[in-house]
C-alpha cells in the first residue's frame, strides 16, 4: 500500500510526479522532498477509472483554482451539471469538485467523473450523507456515524481524488456556537449540519471520532484529505473569531497525523475577510500549518457584491496567492443568489484564473512574468493573432477586438485610440492616420 507521499519518501518518482514536474519546469530531485514533508501535494486516487491530467499543489509551484459544481436540493439537473464540467474543462481549471447534495449523487458523482472531468476531481462527503439522511431517515440529524463514514468511503471508493472533511469542528466548538452569537451565522453546509449533529445527539464529530479510521481508508486509495474549515466567516464582522481560529488550531493538529501516516493534506480556509485582513489570514495560517498546502474560498473582500461576487472575491484571491495560497476556489456571480449556471462557471474560472496569475507574478515572479513579458511585446508590435491567443479568454478577447469591424491583421491599431494609437507614432514606426486605416491592407501593415 503506498502513497504519492511515501513514494516520495522512498525517493521513487511516480508517473504524476513526472507530469507535475514537467508541467511545473522543475526537477524531480526539487519536487520530490517537498512531496515527502507534504508541502507540495498531487491529489490522485488510485482507483480512479481513467487516466487524467493530474495537477501538483503547494510550495513553489503555480497557484491552482478549483471549480465548483453540483447539484442542490431544489435544482437536479445532471446534463446542466455535466455541461458545466465541460465549460471548467475548456477553460482551464485545475480541479473540479462535485458539491451535489440533490438526486442521486452517487450516480452523479460517477457520471461527472467518467464522463466530464478528466482533471483533478474532489467531493465532499458531508453531501452525500446528508442527502441519504433526507431519503433514508427524512431528516438529516438522524444520521448514524456509519452514515458519515459510508459517505466518506462511497466517495473514496469511486476515485476521487480529494475529499473535505469537516473533522477541525468539535462538540465544544458546537457548544460555543450558541455562546459566541456571529453576526453570520455558520455558513458552511457541513460544518451546520455536523455542529447541529453534535448538539441534538450530545456526542462528538464522527469524523473526528473515527479520524484514524478514515486515514486508513485514505491510506488505502491514496485520497487526500482537504481539512474543511466548517467555521470559516460568512461576514466580513466575523473574521477571524474565535471560532474560526480554534478550528484552525485543531485542522493543524489532524493535518500532522494524516502526514504520519503518509497520507496527503491540504488546509482549507475563508471566506470573507476583509481587504486588510487577507494577508494576514494566510500568514495566520501558515504559522498554524506550516507549509501544507492552503486552499481558500475567495475569499470576499466585501458582502455586498451580490451578482459581481466573483469579483469581490478575486480581489482578496489575487491577495491571497500572492502571500503563499496554493489552491482558489472560485465564487461565480451567482454566489448567495442561485445555483450558477455554465455561463456563471465560466465567468468565475477567469475570474480566478487572473486572480491565481497576478498571485503567480508576486510568488514565482520568474516564471510567472514570461506570459506577461510575450503579451507586452505583442501588444508593442501590435501583432494581434499573438495578442488574442495570449490572452487569458481568447475567444472574449477576438468577440471585442472585432466587433467594430476592426481592420484585420497585424500592425494596425484599435478603435480604442484609432489614430493616437501610441504603437504607430514612436518615431521609429509609421504615423498612422485614420485614412490609412481604410486603405491599408494586413500584409502591408509593416
Ligand atoms: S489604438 Fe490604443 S488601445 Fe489600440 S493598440 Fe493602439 S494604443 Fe493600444
Redesign the pocket.
Known amino acids: 500500500m503506498s502513497t504519492q507521499m511515501l513514494s516520495a519518501r522512498r525517493g521513487v518518482a511516480t508517473d504524476e510526479m513526472r507530469q507535475v514536474a514537467r508541467d511545473e519546469d522543475v526537477t524531480l530531485e526539487w519536487l520530490l522532498p517537498k512531496m515527502a514533508s507534504g508541502s507540495i501535494i498531487i491529489p490522485s486516487n488510485n482507483v480512479r477509472p481513467q487516466k487524467i491530467h493530474n495537477v501538483g499543489i503547494g510550495k513553489g509551484l503555480k497557484t491552482k483554482v478549483n471549480v465548483n459544481i453540483g447539484t442542490s436540493t431544489l435544482n437536479v439537473d445532471l446534463p446542466g451539471e455535466i455541461e458545466k464540467a465541460r465549460v471548467a474543462v475548456k477553460y482551464h481549471a485545475d480541479t473540479i469538485m462535485d458539491l451535489s447534495d440533490g438526486g442521486d449523487v452517487g450516480e452523479i458523482r460517477r457520471t461527472l467523473l467518467e464522463a466530464a472531468a478528466p482533471i483533478t476531481f474532489g467531493t465532499v462527503p458531508i453531501y452525500e450523507a446528508y442527502n441519504h439522511g433526507i431519503s433514508v431517515h427524512k431528516n438529516p440529524l438522524n444520521l448514524t456515524e456509519d452514515d458519515y463514514l459510508n459517505a466518506f468511503e462511497n466517495n473514496v471508493k469511486d476515485g476521487v481524488d480529494y475529499t473535505t472533511v469537516h473533522c477541525g469542528i468539535t462538540k465544544d466548538i458546537a457548544k460555543r456556537i450558541l455562546q459566541v452569537r456571529r453576526h453570520g451565522g455558520v455558513v458552511s453546509k457541513g460544518g451546520t449540519i455536523t455542529a447541529a449533529w453534535m448538539l441534538k445527539h450530545d456526542k462528538e464529530n464522527p469524523y473526528l471520532t473515527h479520524y484514524d479510521y478514515m486515514i486508513e481508508i485514505a491510506k488505502k486509495y491514496d485520497v487526500t484529505f482537504s481539512l474543511g474549515d466548517a467555521l470559516r466567516p460568512g461576514s466580513i464582522l466575523d473574521s477571524h473569531d474565535e471560532l474560526q481560529v480554534q478550528e484552525m488550531i485543531n485542522i493543524s493538529r489532524l493535518a500532522k497525523r494524516a502526514h504520519e501516516q503518509g497520507v496527503q493534506v491540504m488546509i482549507e480556509g475563508p471566506g470573507h475577510v476583509p481587504l486588510n485582513e487577507v494577508a494576514a489570514n494566510v500568514r495566520l495560517a501558515k504559522s498554524l500549518i506550516g507549509d501544507v498546502p492552503y486552499y481558500v474560498l475567495g475569499p470576499l473582500v466585501t458582502d455586498v457584491a451580490s451578482g459581481h461576487d466573483h469579483i469581490a472575491s478575486a480581489i482578496g484571491a489575487a491577495v491571497s496567492a500572492s502571500e503563499g495560497v496554493d489552491l482558489l476556489c472560485y465564487l461565480t456571480p451567482s454566489e448567495h443568489l442561485a445555483l450558477p449556471n455554465a455561463e456563471e462557471v465560466k465567468a468565475g474560472l477567469i475570474a480566478y484564473r487572473i486572480a491565481a496569475h497576478a498571485g503567480d507574478l508576486v510568488k514565482i515572479r520568474e516564471k510567472a512574468i514570461k506570459w506577461d513579458a510575450a503579451m507586452t511585446e505583442a501588444?508593442r508590435t501590435?501583432d494581434w493573432e499573438r495578442q488574442l491567443a495570449l490572452s487569458i479568454d481568447p475567444e472574449e478577447a477576438a468577440r471585442i477586438h472585432g466587433r467594430t469591424g476592426q481592420h484585420p491583421g497585424n500592425n494596425v491599431?484599435?478603435?480604442?485610440?484609432?489614430g493616437?494609437?501610441?504603437?504607430?507614432m514612436l518615431p521609429q514606426q509609421k504615423i498612422y492616420t485614420p485614412a490609412d486605416a481604410i486603405s491599408v491592407e494586413p500584409d502591408m501593415a509593416v
Open positions: 501588444r501590435l491599431p484599435c478603435t480604442m485610440c484609432g493616437a494609437c501610441v504603437y504607430m
